[in-house]
């Protein structure tokens, strides 16, 4: 059911983990099925210089947390935060129509981390 | 590497012997078992032999079996057909279950209500046990049916089924119960249970699939769920699935010839996987310890999230299944799990192993050598993970 690009990631997740002293940190959970990412983000001259997650969710969510690390590093906050849901899972070939949600996580704890950072960049 | 099926809860195998005698029949008894000629009589030789060897396998005469197309059809056929023929006799309407019951079972008795029955769903406690107090506190003289199921599907939890049919029956209420998943696994027999009405399937004891049966005991009267012509004594009329029906059969032959071996031999494998497994940090066994079917292995793997768990599982060659929400397509996780108090988060990291025939000892060290390290990735993307690592099983914390 899902496309070989989903479990190459879903077998090697890139950039696994959590950045200490990160820019920003986002974390969501998924009302529909109870499933929880995280994503922390070090940002420098406005660009995503390092980007981490954890996740706690099925393969499609691992695998579009791990996609989505790819897609926005080395990215402007600007360029990020065009990121949409459709865009993780196009660029893993699509998801199955039940597990479209799951890609609804990684981009919401992407936007959560960024609007973390600005709060903080406010407030200094 | 060798594939290791532990799945045998969703479906089996089928046995060699029993494809032989299906296809046989296939290609030399083509028969209708209606027919008065020889091709006819052949058939229905075949169809009493097959009705012959499912009853013994339940201490039931043949006459007192109607083959269904599975489970559950034999479900709703009795539920159905037992609700609607007592209201007819004025009897009442008020249906009794349980909270652990198969989709079968529980979506027949819901569309029920909308035909005006009352349902009561019994609880259960941690170990997904029914308590007979339960049944006696929701019995009433309007109460029709009963149906409790007697072994889980999940968790493999057996219900207490002798004292609950006798305390049904006492109240004047029909006791059906669905032994699909202990039917050829561990003694079934209807006479000592004393059911009214019994459920079996052909593919969990490495028969065909579609193909079942209900157990009906003499007196007991139900309306019929189809209409048509005069086989199966009317219940389930239709031209018979022959070759299915000798498969169920043949496959019943060899469950009872192999049942005592090979539950005993199951149950040294269950028990190994659940002593091993649980000497991981944070599991916890659903299901009671010991008053379980020998073939059935359901822990949870705290902080991790069973979908994913049975993907890296399949990459080593196991094939499993999980009460996990990301698994159910619903998107919510296994109601059995949930009706035994289980959080929402444990129930996600949930992984049922189910033994079968073609499971060794090294299937058991296999899979005994593989889930540690599975079980330690996942926990390292975890983010709920974090500081767990020094030892506090998820029992104390909960
Ligand atoms: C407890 C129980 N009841 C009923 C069924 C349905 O049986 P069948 O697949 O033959 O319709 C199953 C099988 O999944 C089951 O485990
Ligand atoms: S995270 Fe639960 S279905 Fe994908």
Known sequence: MYTEKVMEHFANPRNVGEIEE?????????????????????????????????????????????VCTEL??????????????QAVADALGGLPPAKMHCSNLAAEALHEAIADYKAKQGKE | MQPVYMDHGATTPVHP??????????????????????????????????????????????????FTSGGTEADNMAIFGAARGMRLKGKGN??????????????????????????????????????????????????VLVTIMHANNEVGTIQPIQELARLAKARGAVFHTDAVQSFGKIPVDVNELGVDLLSASAHKIYGPKGVGCLYIAKGVKLTPLSYGGSQERRRRPGTENLPGIVGFGKAALISQAEMQAEAE???????????????????KLNGHRTNRLPQNVNLSFHFIEGESLLLMLDMKGIAA?????????????????????????????????????????????????????IVERLRALSPLYEGKEAVTSCTQRR
């Open chain 2, 94 to 143: 008020h249906i009794i279950t349980s909270a652990v019951e198969h989709h079968a079972v529980l979506d027949a008795c819901k569309a029920l209500e909308k035909e005006g029955f009352e349902v009561t769903i019994l609880p259960v406690d941690e170990d997904g046990q029914v308590h007979v107090e339960e049944l006696e506190k929701a019995l009433r003289d309007d109460t």
């Open chain 2, 17 to 66: 012997e029993v494809v032989k005698a299906m296809v046989e029949t296939m290609e030399k008894s083509f028969g209708n078992p209606s027919s008065v000629h020889a091709f006819g009589r052949e058939a229905r030789k075949l169809l009493d032999e097959a009705r012959a060897s499912v009853a013994s396998l339940m201490g039931a005469s043949p006459e007192q079996i109607i």
């Open chain 1, 22 to 66: 990160a820019s920003g940190v986002g974390e969501v959970g998924n009302a529909s099925c109870g499933d929880i990412m995280r994503i922390s983000i070090q940002v420098e001259d406005n660009i995503i210089k390092d980007i981490k997650f954890k996740t706690f969710g099925c393969g499609a969510a691992i695998a579009t947390s791990s």
């Open chain 2, 265 to 283: 031999r199951l149950t040294r494998y269950r028990d190994r996987l659940i002593d091993g497994l649980m000497e991981l940090p944070h599991v």
């Open chain 1, 72 to 85: 926005v590093k080395g990215k402007s906050i600007d360029e990020a935060l065009e990121l949409t849901n």
């Open chain 2, 321 to 373: 299944s999980s009460g996990s929400a990301c698994t159910s397509g619903s998107l919510d996780p296994s109601h059995v799990l949930l009706a035994m108090g289980l959080s929402h988060e444990i129930a996600h990291g949930s992984l049922r192993l189910t033994l079968g025939r073609g499971n060794s000892e090294e299937d058991v060290d296999y899979i005994l050598n593989t889930i540690p390290e």
